[in-house]
C-alpha cells in the first residue's frame, strides 16, 4: 500500500511537473508572439528636452509590453547636431532612432540616410494605421519630412516663434495691446527702451530669429525654394526688413545684444531686463516659471507681428527617424510608433509641459489648452495656429541643402550691420555674394549665372 | 621692506588673485544658488544657499562621466609616465644615429590641431570597436600625452649631473639601477609637473571625448554641455558639474604643490 502510494505520488508528481513545464513553455511562447521583438536592443540619439524626459518616465510600460530594451542618449544640440552628422556619414548603425533636425532633413534624407517610413506605415502586421493617425500630425510639422507622398519621420517638436512682453511696461507706455507690426513695435521700442529695461531681447541664432522680418516683409532666402534657389538678400525687401531687425538688435536690446545665447536671453527676461522677447514656443514656459523669476505673473504672450507682405511666424521641426543602417530597423519603427503616439506625446504636454507638439488631437485637449492658458493667452492654440499657417509652405527655405551654411552667413551678416561694421546694403551684398558661392560649389544652377 | 608697502603688496596680490579666480569664484557660488538667483545682477553677496544643484547631478549619469573622467585620465597619466619616463631618459642619456629625429618625431602628435586628426582616429576606432570605450580613450590620451612627458622629462634628465650616475656605474649599478636609484628621485619634481600636465590634458579634453564617445565612455567635459537643455539650460546644474570637475584637479595641485613649483623651475634652468 506504501509502494502504491508513493508510485501514485511520483505518478501525480512527474503529471504535475510535466504539465506546469508545458503550461511555462506554452506561457512562454504565448509571450513570445505577443512580444515579436522580445530581446531587442535599440538606441536613440536625442537632444536634452523635456520630451525625451517624458520617454525615459513611460519607458519601463513600453519596454514591458514589447520586449525591446531602449537606451536613450540624450545630448546638448550642438553635440547632437555633430554627433547625428558624423555617425550617418560613417554609415554607422550605432543608433536605431535618431532625431530628424529640420535643416537637415535636405541633407540627411537628399543622401539616403533615412529609411523611408511608408512600407512600416502601410503594413497592417506592423502598424495600426488608426491608432497612428498619421493625419493628426499638423501639415506644418510634417511637412520637412515628406518628400512627395514618402515619409521620412514623424515630427514630436515644432519650435513656433512667438512674442512673450511684459503686459505691465507695455501698459505703462500706453500699449493695452502688443504691437501688431514690425514698424509699431519699433515705435514702442523707442518709448520703452532704457538702460535699466531694453525694449527687446532674443537669441543669436539669428537666421532663425531675422526671417520673422524678411518673409513679412516681401524678402525671401531663395527665389523658389526648392526649384529655384537663387538667393535674394540683395533686394529691397530683403534690406529692407534687414534694416528693421537691426535696428532693434543695436538701437533696443540690452548690452551684447547682438550675441546672447537663448538661455541668456531667456534669463535677461526672467530678471526683468528686457520689456519683449521674440523666440521659440516652448521657452515661454521657462519664462514665467517660478522656480527662475518673480515677474511671471506679468508676463502676456502673443502672436508675432506682421509686415507689409503677411504674417510669417518661423516653424522649426524635429523628428524620429530610422537610421538607414540600423539591423533593428521593425523594433525602432515599434519604438517611434509609441514615441509619437497620442498617449505620449498628451502626457508629454500634461506631466512634462512639453507645449511645443505635433497633434492637432493633443494641442486641442481641453486639459493641455487649459495648463496653458497664461494670463488670458491660449497658448496650444496659438501654435497651433502658427503651424497650420506654415503648412502653407513658406519655411521651404529651411530645408534646403544648402540651408545650414547659408543660414550661418546670415547670422555673421546681421551681426556685421547691427554693430555697425558694414551699413545695410553693402552687408545684404556681400550676404547675397556668399549665399551664391555655397550653392555654386554644391553645383546648384542660379538664375542669370552661367 | 616697509610695513607699509607689506600692507599694500599683500592687497595688490589678493586684488590680483581675486581677478584671476573670478570666472572660477563665479561658477562655484552660482552653484549654490537657486535658480531665481543664479542671474541675479548685480549678483548678492548674501543668498539662500541651496545644494539641490549637486544632489540634481549626483542623481543621473554625471557621476558615471566623471569616474570616466578620473579613469581615463589617471590611466592615460599613469601610462604615458611608465613609458614616457624612461624614453625621455635614454634620449637625454644616449647618443645614437637619428635620436634628434626620433625626439621630433614624438611631437608629430602635436604638429597639427587635434581635429585634423579627428575624422582618421573616429575611422580607425570605428573599424577596431572602440568607440565609446574607456580603453580607446585612454589609448588617444596616451598619443598625445607620451610627446609631451618624454620633451617635459628630456629637459628634467639634462639638468641632472651626469657624474651622480657615473659615479653608481663604478660601484656597480646598472642602468636600470642608476635611473631607477639616482636620476628618477632626483627627478622628483619634473615628474609631479609632468604628471599634473598631462592629467589637465587628459581630464579637460573635450574635442575627442565628444568624437569617440557616446553614452558609456563619455567623460564630464561632454556630459557638463549635456545640460544645455534644448530650450533652457540648467544653469545651477552646469555650475555644480563644473565645480566638481574642478575639486580633484585643485586637490591634486594642492598635494603635489611643493614639487610643482621646484619642477617648473627646475626644468628651465638648462634647455
Known sequence: ??????????????????????????????????????????????????????????????????????????????????????????????????????????????????????????????????????????????????????????????????????????????????????????????????????????????????????????????????????????????????????????????????KLDASIAEAIMQQGKAACYLDGMGNTQHIIDPKKTTLGDRMAFTDTPRGPKGHFPQLAVHGYFINKASKNKNAAWEFIKWAVSKDTMLSAALNQGHLAGTRASVLDNADVRHKFTWRGSDLATLHLSVMKRAGAGYMAYRTVPQFPPIGDRVIIAMTAIASGQTNVIDGMKSLQKDAEGILEKAGVKLRGKG | MSSQRQVWTALATLLLILVVLSPALFIVQMSFRTGRDAFQMPPTLVFRVTLQNYADVLQGKFVRALTNSTVTATAATVLALVLGVPAAYALSRTRFRGAGLVSLWTLSTRMAPAIAFGIPFFLIYKHLG???????????????????????????????????????????????????????PLSAPGLATTAIFTFLLSWNDFFYSLLLTRSEAVTAPVAIVNFMNYESWEWGKVAAAATMIMLPVVALSAIVRKYLVRGLTAGALKG
Open chain 1, 1 to 258: 500500500m506504501e509502494g502504491m502510494n508513493r508510485r501514485r505520488f511520483l505518478r501525480s508528481a512527474a503529471l504535475t511537473v510535466g504539465v506546469t513545464a508545458s503550461g511555462v513553455q506554452l506561457s512562454r511562447a504565448s509571450a513570445q508572439s505577443r512580444k515579436p521583438y522580445a530581446d531587442a536592443r535599440i538606441k536613440m540619439s536625442q537632444v536634452s528636452h523635456a520630451y525625451a524626459d517624458a520617454l525615459t518616465a513611460k519607458l519601463p510600460t513600453f519596454e514591458q509590453q514589447t520586449g525591446i530594451k531602449v537606451e536613450i542618449d540624450q545630448m546638448s544640440f550642438p553635440v547632437l547636431n555633430q554627433r547625428e552628422d558624423l555617425e550617418l556619414a560613417s554609415g554607422s548603425g550605432a543608433y536605431d532612432v535618431m532625431q530628424m533636425i529640420f535643416i537637415r532633413t535636405g541633407r540627411w534624407i537628399g543622401a539616403g540616410w533615412a529609411e523611408p517610413l511608408n512600407a512600416y506605415i502601410d503594413n497592417p502586421q506592423l502598424t495600426d494605421k488608426a491608432a497612428l493617425d498619421v493625419k493628426d500630425f499638423v501639415p506644418g510639422a510634417m511637412a520637412p519630412f515628406r518628400r512627395g507622398e514618402t515619409i521620412y519621420a514623424l515630427p514630436w517638436l515644432a519650435d513656433s516663434t512667438v512674442v512673450g512682453y511684459r503686459a505691465d511696461l507695455f501698459d505703462k507706455a500706453g500699449y493695452a495691446k502688443f504691437p501688431e507690426t514690425f514698424e509699431a513695435l519699433q515705435e514702442a521700442a523707442q518709448k520703452i527702451h532704457t538702460r535699466q529695461t531694453a525694449a527687446f531681447v532674443t537669441q543669436d541664432n539669428l537666421h532663425w530669429i531675422f526671417p520673422n522680418w524678411l518673409l513679412s516683409y516681401g524678402g525671401s532666402f531663395f527665389a523658389n525654394p526648392p526649384s529655384d534657389l537663387t538667393p535674394t538678400f540683395d533686394t529691397p525687401e530683403a534690406i529692407k526688413a534687414a534694416e528693421l531687425f537691426t535696428a532693434m538688435l543695436s538701437k533696443y536690446s540690452p548690452p551684447g545684444g547682438i
Open chain 2, 130 to 184: 572602440l568607440i565609446d570605450t574607456r580603453l580607446g580613450l585612454v589609448i588617444i590620451y596616451l598619443t598625445f600625452n607620451l610627446s609631451l612627458v618624454i620633451w617635459m622629462m628630456r629637459a628634467f634628465f639634462d639638468a641632472l649631473p651626469r657624474s651622480l650616475e657615473e659615479a653608481a656605474y663604478i660601484d656597480g649599478a646598472g642602468i636600470v639601477k642608476a635611473f631607477s636609484t639616482i636620476a628618477l
